[in-house]
C-alpha cells in the first residue's frame, strides 16, 4: 500500500460484531482521494463495504502488515462481511462394513446436512471425503475422515490448517455412550471423555480443547457387553426411529449455530434434548 496514502488515515473508527464471534474495526480514509477507501483489521476475515466505484492501488515496496483492504463497490452504500469458514467433520470408520453402525452416526449427520444444504461430498483431501458450499451467507467445508476412528485427527488438523479455520468455528459430529439413544448436546467445548476420535483430533489440534462438537446420544451398552462390540453393532428398529429424528432435529441447530452463534436458540434446543423422552 502506498505510503501517501496512509498518511490521509482519520480516527474514526466502525465497530462491528457478528455472533459473539468476530469483530471487525473498519478505518476510513480521506483527503486527495475522492471517495472512501475501506481498510479491515481483523486476522483472518474480510468485510467489503458496496460504494459507486472501484479503486485500485499499486504497491511501490512489500510492507510486513495484517491489514486487509477492499474498495470494489457497487450502487448500494451498505455494509457486506465476508463470513469466516467453519469446518464441519463428522467423526466414524469407512468402508460399507461399518455403514450403519452407531460409531458411524457422525459420518450419517454430515449426510444428512449434505442433503439439506446441496452440499455434494465430492473431493478427497488430507485423508477425508469433503464437500465445499456455504450455509445462508456462511461459507462451509462438510468432510468425513476417511482415516479410522482412532486416527480421525489425521484428516482434521491438516483441513484446518489448510483452509485456515480457526478453533472456534470446528465443529466436530460424534456419537456419545453418556448420552441416551438420539438425545444430542451442542456445546462450545470440552474434553475427550475417553472417545478415541476426539482424543486423536485433540491431539492433532496442538492439544487445544476449545472446539465447537455436537454429540449424538448411542446409549451405554446392556449389561456386561463389551463397549468395542456394542459401537459396532448396528441401530435396532426402535433406536434408528430415535436416530433419524435426532439427526433432522440438528440439522436446524447447526444452522442456527452458523448463522447466529451459541444464542438463546442453542440453550432451548439443549433443554428440549435433555427431557425429550420424559414422560410428564
Given at each position: 500500500?502506498?505510503?501517501?496514502?496512509?498518511?490521509?488515515?482519520?480516527?474514526?473508527?466502525?465497530?462491528?460484531?457478528?455472533?459473539?464471534?468476530?469483530?471487525?474495526?473498519?478505518?476510513?480514509?480521506?483527503?486527495?482521494?475522492?471517495?472512501?477507501?475501506?481498510?479491515?483489521?481483523?486476522?483472518?476475515?474480510?468485510?467489503?463495504?458496496?460504494?459507486?466505484?472501484?479503486?485500485?492501488?499499486?504497491?511501490?515496496?512489500?510492507?510486513?502488515?495484517?491489514?486487509?483492504?477492499?474498495?470494489?463497490?457497487?450502487?448500494?452504500?451498505?455494509?457486506?462481511?465476508?463470513?469466516?469458514?467453519?469446518?464441519?467433520?463428522?467423526?466414524?470408520?469407512?468402508?460399507?462394513?461399518?455403514?450403519?453402525?452407531?460409531?458411524?452416526?457422525?459420518?450419517?449427520?454430515?449426510?444428512?446436512?449434505?442433503?439439506?444444504?446441496?452440499?455434494?461430498?465430492?473431493?478427497?483431501?488430507?485423508?477425508?471425503?469433503?464437500?465445499?458450499?456455504?450455509?445462508?451467507?456462511?461459507?462451509?467445508?462438510?468432510?468425513?475422515?476417511?482415516?479410522?476412528m482412532n486416527y480421525s485427527g489425521e484428516s482434521v488438523g491438516p483441513l484446518a490448517a489448510y483452509y485456515q479455520v480457526p478453533l472456534r468455528h470446528i465443529l466436530l459430529i460424534y456419537d456419545e455412550m453418556s448420552l441416551p439413544?438420539?438425545?444430542?448436546?451442542?456445546?462450545?467445548?470440552?474434553?475427550?471423555?475417553?472417545?478415541?476420535?476426539?482424543?486423536?483430533?485433540?491431539d492433532h489440534l496442538d492439544g487445544c480443547k476449545a472446539f465447537p462438537r455436537l454429540c449424538i446420544g448411542i446409549g451405554n451398552p446392556p449389561g456386561t457387553m463389551d463397549r468395542k462390540a456394542y459401537l459396532l453393532q448396528k441401530?435396532?428398529?426402535?433406536?434408528?426411529?430415535?436416530?433419524?429424528?435426532?439427526?433432522?432435529?440438528?440439522?436446524?441447530?447447526?444452522?442456527?449455530?452458523?448463522?447466529?452463534?451459541?444464542?438463546?436458540?442453542?440453550?432451548?434446543?439443549?433443554?428440549?434434548?435433555?427431557?425429550?423422552?420424559?414422560?410428564?
Amino acid at each position: 500500500m502506498s505510503l501517501d496514502i496512509l498518511g490521509f488515515l482519520l480516527s474514526s473508527t466502525l465497530t462491528l460484531e457478528y455472533s459473539g464471534y468476530c469483530c471487525y474495526n473498519i478505518c476510513f480514509f480521506a483527503g486527495n482521494i475522492p471517495k472512501m477507501l475501506h481498510s479491515v483489521s481483523a486476522p483472518n476475515p474480510c468485510i467489503s463495504i458496496p460504494s459507486r466505484r472501484s479503486i485500485h492501488l499499486t504497491s511501490r515496496r512489500l510492507v510486513a502488515t495484517k491489514i486487509r483492504v477492499s474498495a470494489s463497490l457497487p450502487d448500494v452504500d451498505t455494509v457486506k462481511v465476508e463470513y469466516t469458514p467453519w469446518l464441519i467433520v463428522g467423526l466414524g470408520n469407512p468402508g460399507n462394513k461399518y455403514h450403519g453402525t452407531r460409531h458411524n452416526v457422525g459420518f450419517e449427520m454430515i449426510d444428512r446436512i449434505s442433503e439439506e444444504e446441496g452440499i455434494k461430498l465430492n473431493t478427497i483431501q488430507s485423508k477425508a471425503l469433503m464437500g465445499i458450499g456455504s450455509i445462508g451467507e456462511v461459507p462451509v467445508l462438510l468432510a468425513k475422515s476417511q482415516a479410522y476412528m482412532n486416527y480421525s485427527g489425521e484428516s482434521v488438523g491438516p483441513l484446518a490448517a489448510y483452509y485456515q479455520v480457526p478453533l472456534r468455528h470446528i465443529l466436530l459430529i460424534y456419537d456419545e455412550m453418556s448420552l441416551p439413544n438420539g438425545v444430542m448436546r451442542l456445546q462450545p467445548k470440552g474434553g475427550h471423555g475417553y472417545h478415541n476420535g476426539v482424543k486423536s483430533v485433540i491431539d492433532h489440534l496442538d492439544g487445544c480443547k476449545a472446539f465447537p462438537r455436537l454429540c449424538i446420544g448411542i446409549g451405554n451398552p446392556p449389561g456386561t457387553m463389551d463397549r468395542k462390540a456394542y459401537l459396532l453393532q448396528k441401530f435396532s428398529s426402535e433406536e434408528r426411529k430415535q436416530v433419524d429424528i435426532a439427526l433432522e432435529q440438528a440439522v436446524e441447530a447447526v444452522r442456527n449455530l452458523l448463522l447466529k452463534g451459541f444464542d438463546d436458540n442453542i440453550t432451548k434446543f439443549n433443554l428440549g434434548q435433555k427431557y425429550k423422552f420424559h414422560r410428564v
